[in-house]
């Protein structure tokens, strides 16, 4: 069985997948949903979760295809951030009045995770980040002890910025660094260099950050499997308590996709990009590495140090529910999946309508039961915990276990295994790692072409 890297399969792409990418964020393709179909029976709780979206970046890498704006070195950016961050103001509290008339006022809990992704948030002023934070607080409360992270690149803050925004209550730090070699981050257009990620890391250590995670990005171009073990290195030492890892994407629209992508032509001006071979084994040398140094391996991307798991990114991850605020975000409120608009313009124009209490048109990209197993399936199959049986029985009935059980048997147990309870009964199933978890994307595929309720009846 050809091992293949989860986020590069070409045909699962055409399927469906969610991923994450150098941002926290999650990032969802679906199937063709349709807005007409029934939606999922409402959860009778509120979200306890909020992604923020701030899109502001000095310039835009060569792989990402993020809705963010551009701002350069213009020292009169700050207008600008100001005018959105009072567009996120008015969407938190419309969509707080909202949520008041569904759940009843104390339905509305208190929010246990907030996420500022991005974008650059730490290119946010203090005072604006403060602003938002506050009208959170106010229209749904922040519970004693949430976790509220920001992510940070290199070169966009200093000391007292990074102060600024521990005294307003951030607590974890996501340090957008991708590479530990000056020439793999120029040709990936990243806006910083490797000085300006120790100077980063030496801030977060100095000034006490709590918890803080560093990203880095494999199979992007001139990474070879030296400067990767050095990247590796480099970040287990710098004391980070969380790690994402992730495989590049060359998404359409993108400066990579004109330089790598189906119809480019060889340019012996760049390197290429690692092998799919190459790739594989460097997700197979961070899964070591990293276990190696002590983290748990606790989702496809993500590693962390015992009790430093990202609570946000679980709220994806169990596919739970949360809010999310600004331009592109996604939110996950009573079993719809919502995007709003990736443009400026159009964002102002959606909450206006919402604070006007008009339907706000946006796209939705929940499903009815079949599209929620598969994101279930999806989701769950991702992580360390894997997918309980006992939760998919209860959920969706107990013939679509048999169906999986059917499904997954070639997998097993080289790609999957079964965990089980103290009755002896199969009682979740979990990808092997890392042989399973790489080959995530064609379990997907092939739970979808053998499991009659995933089929699309469409
Ligand atoms: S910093 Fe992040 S959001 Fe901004 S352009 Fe680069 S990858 Fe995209």
Redesign the pocket.
Known sequence: MKVMIHTRLAPARALAHVRTR??GRLKTVVRSFSADRAKLPASTRAPTSAYVHLPF?R???Y??D?A?SVIGTRTDASEGMRAYAEAVTRETRATATRMRERYGASGIKPLETIFFG???PSLVPVDVLGEILGTLRREFGIASGAEISAEM?PGTFNEDKLRGFLDLGVNRVSL?VQSFDDEVLKRAG?SHDVREAELAIEMLRSCGVPRWSVDLIGGLPGVDAKTWRASLDRVIESGADHVSVYDLQVEKGTAFYRWYGENAKEDGSRPALPSEDASADAFREASAALRAAGYEHYEVSSYAKPGARCKHNQIYWQNGGWYGFGMSATSHVDGERMARPRKMNEYYAYVNALEKGEDVGVISTGGDGSDALFEHLMLRLRTSDGLDLEDVTERFGASVVDEIHDAIKPFVPDYAVYGVNDRGHRSSLHLTDPEGLMMSTEVLSTLISKMPSLADDR
């Open positions: 150098a941002h970046c310039s835009r890498c792989y990402c993020f963010i991005g974008g650059t690149d957008g990243r």
